[in-house]
């Protein structure tokens, strides 16, 4: 501010008392400056939060009808407990500083908030992230799993590991954040290029899950009695495309949105180099990589199957968008094609492999978020350009940037260091949390309920049922419509057993 008013003076030689004039000028344009960023990080949360919607359309795309209700209810749980717990505890262990650089101890239910360095906005944005990181985790364990252990699950993810995960890599006080605080050392000199989560929200939430589905064990019917791979379609190719677009439109508030501000300036005043100019670029590289990621897989399973399979193409999409989300600030767009084309064959390779060792994840969540986050996480340290990284983590001059770009190999051990850490942390956490779960019978419904379908034993009956219309009621002329159908008696759940 007073490097403002000390320029802007002089300027206004000819009015009286000019050093106020400046004060104010400089002051208004500081507001306004404030203002536009959180407008923009308030918007940008607004995206993020509407892939929860998205979520919503995939997951109950991706399931058999009898268990439409049970899914969508468990998306709408993870933002409604996520939200109450992340208020209470995970926004102070994530960002509540100052603190140690394992979690924050600060902020509990936003005490203390506002602040110059953290206002509501910030608050909301970081609340659309966790609730994306259980959200995924859901779709692993969907269509045997007990309405409680969401309840559990979701509130322990939300409340206490992901924020922790996000404190190391996001916070200024985190052990390896890429954006640690002046005077605190850098992990290799460089911190870990996370930008908007591969890891801290996709590998945490892929990993959660495939946790969960590995002690639930497959859904009954996914492996026949020779172990041959059977496939239980989803109901609804219509939700998941629809809930495909929605998750890809919200991927513009998550990824560009991460810069959090968009009133900076890169170069001289006056000139296009600003935030504004690389949220564009984010934005485009964020594009780039999903559109060819969905266009490898279709050629792909095109020569594995023989078939133009919508289904796993908007799966390779979001693969695509998984794996970019780390790097997408810091490479060329041409970069994110290759980041798009490798993560296509990841998802691929590891459907394969899932397959092969009789894994169950219905919606692939932990191929998809695991294992595309975990390449995205290698792709930033092999394809960070240096002008890039010096732009979005200032005030480092010679940090490492990319491998393939001339910048050694510093920044990819400090990448696969994260890679092995959030393996450890989360199967260390959420692992025996399910087990705990299965062993006190609270993780997964009975053989029966799982035969009939949730929504009819736990859920009052059927989200929606097809049948033929009563001719009387149209004039006597048949014909087809839908209707929406509840149990016509109460059908109480069986008792649970353990299913691994």
């Keep these: 501010m007073s490097s403002c008013s000390a320029d802007l003076a002089p300027l206004l030689g000819g009015v009286s008392n000019s050093s106020a004039a400046a004060d104010y000028i400089c002051n208004q344009f500081t507001d306004a400056g404030f203002a536009i960023d959180s407008t923009y990080l308030l918007f940008s949360a607004y995206l993020v939060f509407s892939m929860q919607l998205g979520f919503a359309m995939l997951c109950a ?7 439409t209700m049970n899914i969508m209810l468990t998306n709408v749980l993870d933002a409604a407990a996520g939200g109450l717990f992340y208020y209470l505890f995970g926004f102070a262990f994530a960002f509540g500083g100052p603190s140690n650089g394992f979690i924050g101890k600060h902020f509990f239910g936003l005490k203390e908030v506002p602040q110059p360095s953290f206002d509501y906005s910030n608050f909301l944005y970081q609340w659309a992230f966790a609730i994306a990181a259980a959200g995924i985790t859901s779709g692993s364990i969907a269509e045997r799993t007990q309405f409680v252990a969401y309840l559990i699950y979701s509130s322990f993810l ?6 922790v995960v996000s404190h190391w890599f996001w916070s200024g006080d985190g052990w390896a954040a890429a954006a640690r605080n002046s005077g605190e050392s850098l992990l290799f000199g460089t911190g870990v290029i996370d930008f908007a989560g591969s890891g801290v929200v996709h590998m945490v939430g892929g990993i959660a899950g495939l946790w969960g589905a590995l002690i639930e064990g497959p859904r009954i019917g996914r492996f026949d009695h020779a172990g041959r791979s059977v496939n239980l ?27 959090n501000t968009i009133f900076r300036t890169y170069g001289p005043s006056g000139s296009i180099h600003g935030q504004w100019s690389a949220v564009g670029r984010t934005a485009v590289t964020t594009t780039l990589a999903g559109c060819t990621a969905a266009l490898t897989t279709l050629f792909g399973k095109r020569l594995q199957t023989g078939h133009w399979n919508v289904v796993d193409v908007c799966n390779g999409l979001l693969g695509g968008f998984a794996a970019i989300t780390s790097g997408c600030s810091v490479a060329d767009p041409w970069a994110a094609i290759i980041c798009g084309f490798v993560s296509a064959w990841v998802l691929i390779g590891l459907n394969k492999l899932a397959a092969k060792l009789k894994f169950d994840d219905p919606l692939e969540a932990a191929q998809l978020h695991g294992g595309c986050g975990a390449w995205g996480i290698i792709f930033t340290a ?11 983590f200032p005030g480092r001059p010679g940090r490492p940037y990319g491998l393939f770009m001339g910048g050694g190999g510093r920044l990819l051990g400090a990448h696969i260091v994260q890679i092995l850490v959030i393996t ?8 025996p949390l399910f087990f705990a779960l299965h062993k006190l019978n609270l993780l997964r419904i009975s053989a029966e309920d799982e035969l009939a379908g949730m ?5 009052g009956g059927f989200a929606y049922d097809l049948h033929d219309e009563d001719p009387s009621a149209r004039g006597g002329s048949p014909g087809g419509g839908f209707m929406l159908k509840s149990s016509p008696t109460p059908v109480k759940p ?3 057993a353990n299913h691994v």
């Design 455 to 459: 929504d009819l034993t736990r859920h």
């Design 158 to 163: 939300t409340g206490f590991v992901y924020p």
């Design 233 to 259: 379609r989803g109901h609804s190719a219509t939700l998941v495309v629809l809930g495909t677009f929605l998750l890809w439109f919200g991927w513009y508030g998550f990824n560009p949105g991460s810069f």
């Design 494 to 496: 069986k008792a649970t």
């Design 382 to 392: 092999l394809f960070a350009r240096e002008k890039y990284v010096n732009e979005v």
């Design 61 to 67: 795309g991706s399931v058999r009808a009898k268990n």
């Design 424 to 431: 450890g942390w989360v199967s260390c956490t959420m692992g």
